[in-house]
């Protein structure tokens, strides 16, 4: 009797632990999901050369390879718990490559792990207002993202190409009503994905307000860059650094009815006027800052579900020789560019986008070369994508 009792008591025990096993594991059970894209193009210019050292492109991020080209492959894994998750989010290819041209730092400069990740992040749900991120995380400034499923035109706008791609640090997401949300985030410099090199920090924040037609974003970034003046160790005489870098961005999209979209991006980006190192001291250059400045509409048509067809028109301008080579400047450093994109786009089933494209970018100054290798100040040029979502 007493060891049947014992081992009724043995099994009491061992069936309570497991249903509290049970109720801890329903509690914190998660799901986990795969998803991705894999895309390629084809591209040729229509006034200008596409062989060697003569061919053109404009200097705007991803979608410039001439003829058959590769895209991306993306393959995204989520953890997605009742309180916490986790993001890895992978890029092959040359678009994946461009979209991580800060890794690898780690390695030393050579081929590493670090290339091949768009973000990595776990997060915490503090409560049904406030969430928080640590980790690698797509920037949350502009209107497009690195994904061509993201994006209704394939090219990128001058705007997207030369604001912040990703950062690494940590911030908190606040649902402050229905509509209203606030964003605020401590971060590496911008592209400084895998480790603080510089061992400065940028301060970045974002006021959001949401409906069912449509979303406003008001974004800002603020901090060092460089790091060159963060101390005086290693520094040589006449050594100079760009300063702090701020850039204010306004982003929206609406519903304008059942057939009409439009979408709207404006940016600034500005550093200071820099600073120099004389040998004792560091001292303010006489020198204006640097930057950039632009704006974009895109006005999309969904005559059916499955197709759609849109326009992007950007103006793109630089000051005090801001992102030298991206576009002609005059002797006072400034200079400017017209881009507008015709896109369509057409679903066959339900993940296979096809994106023909023809896009004409027109500058200040002559900038191109058009067929017999004279200057010119326009390039016109047809692309043809498909895009496969899973």
Avoid at 147 to 171: A, D, R, W
Avoid at 211 to 234: A, H, I, M, P, R
Avoid at 334 to 351: D, E, I, L, Q, R
Wanted: charged share 15%; with cysteine; net charge negative.
């Amino acid at each position: 009797m007493k060891n049947i009792f014992l081992l009724i008591l043995c099994l009491t025990i061992a069936s309570t632990q497991i249903v509290f096993a049970q109720e801890e594991t329903s509690e914190e059970e998660g799901s986990l999901t795969l998803s991705g894209s894999v895309d390629a193009y084809f591209r040729t210019n229509l006034n200008a050369p596409n062989k060697g050292d003569n061919a053109q492109a404009p200097a705007s991020s991803f979608g410039n390879l001439p003829g058959f080209s590769l895209g991306m492959a993306n393959i995204i894994a989520t953890y997605q718990g009742k309180k916490v998750g986790a993001v890895a989010d992978l890029v092959f290819g040359p678009r994946g490559e461009d979209a991580v041209f800060g890794s690898p730092l780690y390695s030393g400069g050579m081929a590493g792990s670090s290339q091949i990740i768009n973000q990595l992040y776990v997060y915490w749900n503090v409560s049904d207002k406030l969430t928080l991120t640590m980790g690698n995380f797509n920037t949350f400034l502009g209107y497009e993202v690195i994904s061509p499923t993201g994006n209704f035109n394939y090219s990128t706008s001058y705007m997207f190409s030369y604001g912040p791609f990703s950062h690494t640090g940590l911030k908190a997401n606040y649902q402050i009503s229905d509509k209203w949300s606030f964003l605020a985030t401590v971060m590496n410099p911008t592209d400084m994905t895998e480790f603080n090199l510089n061992g400065t920090y940028t301060l970045g924040g974002q006021l959001g307000y949401s409906t069912e037609l449509g979303s406003t974003y008001l974004n800002v970034v603020y901090g060092d860059q460089d790091g060159k003046f963060s101390d005086s160790e290693g520094l040589e005489p006449g050594q100079t650094s760009l300063g702090k870098t701020f850039q204010i961005d306004l982003t929206t999209g609406f519903d304008l009815s059942d057939f009409w979209y439009l979408g709207v991006n404006t940016t600034y980006n500005t550093s200071a006027s820099g600073q120099i190192y004389t040998g004792s001291d560091i001292q303010d250059t006489d020198g204006e800052g640097a930057g950039f400045y632009g704006f974009a509409g895109y006005l999309q048509a969904r005559p059916s579900e499955n197709f759609g067809l849109g326009v992007r028109g950007e103006y793109f301008s630089v000051f005090n020789d801001g992102l030298e080579g991206v576009v002609s400047v005059d002797d006072s450093g400034k200079g400017s560019v017209f881009a507008f994109t015709f896109s369509a786009n057409a679903k066959v089933g339900k993940n296979l986008t096809l994106i023909p494209e023809l896009r004409l970018d027109t500058m200040k100054d002559e900038y191109f070369l058009n067929k017999n290798l004279n200057p010119s100040k326009g390039l016109a040029s047809f692309l043809f994508a498909a895009v496969f979502a899973f």
